[in-house]
């Protein structure tokens, strides 16, 4: 299993990005997965989630303001992002898990992305 996220860069505050994750030896529309993100010094924390049936959960911090999605011709994870702010600042990965339903625990998911930075000033 492969997944491989891209879109990252540095913005300024109010910005928007389209974070991907392309996926491959896994089949995106029969599981759930997540976007996760960690900054320096702090723990990775859940972002956003999607289950295998669409339905979309996310971390209070950015409700509103996220949007994930996913592909399934296309075998791909997507979180757009807007309005963002220094507090967006951090690495994000893309996960996926053996299960259907949501979650925004790490520990729950068995594959993960290397990862693209997101900068904000």
């Known amino acids: 299993v492969q997944l491989v996220e891209s879109g990252g860069g540095s913005v300024q505050a109010g910005g928007s990005l389209r974070l991907s994750c392309a996926v491959s030896?896994?089949?995106?529309?029969?599981?759930?997965m997540a976007w996760f993100r960690q900054a320096p010094g702090q723990e990775r924390e859940g972002v956003a989630t999607?289950?295998?049936?669409?339905?979309?959960t996310y971390n209070s911090a950015v409700q509103g303001r996220f949007t994930i999605s996913k592909d399934n011709a296309k075998n791909t994870l997507y979180l757009q992002v807007v309005s963002l702010t220094p507090e967006d600042t951090a690495t994000y990965y893309c996960a996926a898990g053996r299960f259907t339903f949501w979650s925004l625990i790490p520990d729950d998911y068995n594959y993960w992305g290397q990862g693209t930075q997101v900068t904000v000033s």
């Open positions: 030896g896994y089949t995106v529309a029969n599981y759930a």
């Open positions: 999607i289950e295998k049936d669409g339905g979309m």
